[in-house]
């Protein structure tokens, strides 16, 4: 079930679209799940689906086919590295690879005191800031260098 923090910010924004055009709302509505709970269960589509009047599977759909929602715990901070060829191109692939071994986990996992998970992203359409990494999908941390990286993971180690 919905939190009622949830169908106010679900309500809000329903003001924006059309009383027949209420789906416009679902990309909203699971941001706010995650917000609220850090992932989003097959449950919370359910029930987006039927708080917005529309089927399970195209709630499903939409949170599949993003890559900012996060489907399963991802950790109190989610690193979502941007892997895509501009950012390959000047060091992507080492920026993984070494947070990869800082965290030592794989894409896809969550450190064992859960505090870090990582994720590949597509592009953040900030490619002059590459390469560059999103955590929790809000604050963009560009031009990485190994310091950088060190210097943000001690910051969100707190």
Known sequence: MLSEQIQALINRELKKYPADQRQSAVMSAL????????WIA???????????????MTVYEVATFYHMYNLKPMGRHTLTVCTNLS????????????????????????????????REG?????????????????????????EKIDQLLAELDK
Do not use: W
């Open 31 to 38: 941001r706010f799940v995650q917000d609220e709970k850090g």
């Open 42 to 56: 097959t449950d919370d589509m359910a029930d987006i689906a039927a708080y917005l009047g529309m089927p399970q």
């Open 87 to 118: 950012c390959q191109l000047v060091g992507a692939n080492e920026t993984m690879s070494y947070i990869k071994s800082k965290l030592g986990i794989g894409v896809g996992e969550v450190t064992a005191d859960g505090k870090f998970g990582l």
């Open 122 to 146: 597509e592009c953040q359409n900030v490619c002059d800031e590459a390469p560059l990494l999103m955590v929790n999908n809000k604050r963009l941390c560009g031009h990485l260098t190994v």
